[in-house]
């Protein structure tokens, strides 16, 4: 007997993550490119996105509730929506166990900074301004550098400082301390350093002794080891970092 399936879906910048719960079970997820999939799964009737569950592959017929950057562009039809923020702080709640901690999220464009008491969202700050604590700013610099996203995400040791901290300016910055001749992995380390400079002061307005770390950006064990060293914190690596709102919405 199979049984009630509900979907999660965080309409983010880069990718639409859609989780399957079964009572209260995480069963099945996937990614889509988020263009790909407002183009060839679904069309727009009366301001609502109409999603074709057979072409997807999805269970109709079912409970779907959506969050994410993509919330405020179109609506689910037949669906609910949850702010981003509740989504991420429920999928962080579900997914540690934790009910006291302060959440970071770093996602393809933005970053999220949640203070957690009691299991729900008692503060918060966002940046959604500028892309240079996001995941859009590490694959520019990882071009850059001639490396790959996750290679990148190795290097911590002996950065380069990178006085730069916008996304933009900081290709400039990184192109001439390339011709100044330094290593590509100290550079690289100095990439994944600027990232933790640009969200320390929000992550010590809402300090908490565990930092829960969510977002395609929290892959990086370089950021994370540079994160617990700079706040002296423990930094908790959820089992679906880039899932977790998506996970928000499911349960």
Known sequence: MRFFVK????????????????????????????????????????????????????????????????????????????PELRAHTKGAVFQTGLTDFTLLDLGGQDSKVIKVSGGRMVDFRTNDKCAASSGRYLENMATVLAMDVAALGECRDNPVEL????????????????IEGHPIEHLAAGVNRTIVKRVEPMLRE???????????????????AMLAEALGVQVILPAHPQLNGAIGCGV
């Open 7 to 82: 979907i999660g879906l965080d309409l983010g910048s880069r990718y639409v993550k859609a989780v399957f719960m079964e009572e209260g079970r995480l069963v099945d997820h996937r990614y889509y490119d988020t263009l790909s999939f407002y183009r060839d799964y679904g069309r727009k009737v009366d301001g609502e996105l109409v999603v074709d569950y057979e072409r997807l592959g999805w269970p109709s017929g079912v409970s779907i509730t959506s969050t994410g950057y993509g919330r405020n562009l179109v609506k689910i039809a037949g669906g609910q929506v949850i």
């Open 163 to 178: 006085s730069s901290t916008c996304a933009v300016f900081g290709e400039s910055e990184l192109i001439g301390q390339i």
């Open 206 to 224: 809402l300090s908490s002794p565990v930092v829960v770390f969510t977002g395609g950006v929290a892959q990086s064990g370089a950021i994370r």
